[in-house]
């Protein structure tokens, strides 16, 4: 198994490395999904297909979209 890594900035930001990048032929402008499963996080190249749900949900997920949210879960 490879291991790359990559700090966070201020802004929770990060870099994918360069070997990531090229085994998911990943393009600036290309977006990636995140799978969660059992406290273990894959990274993936998005599929048209997860972009079309976040399309479609993304009127309802303004529950927690304040500055006070913002605040409140900014370390998380």
């Not at 700090?7 to 999904?33: E, F, M, N």
């Not at 479609?56 to 370390?75: C, F, H, I, M, P």
Request: glycine share 4%.
């Amino acid at each position: 198994m490879q291991t790359s890594t990559s700090k966070l900035t201020q802004k929770s930001q990060t870099t994918i490395p360069a070997p990531v990048r090229k085994l998911l032929h990943l393009q600036a402008g290309d977006a990636v999904a995140f799978d969660v499963d059992d406290g273990v996080v894959c990274l993936r190249k998005a599929r048209p297909v997860d972009l079309a749900f976040a399309k479609s949900v993304e009127g309802t997920l303004n529950k927690w979209n304040s500055a006070a949210d913002e605040q409140a879960y900014r370390d998380l």
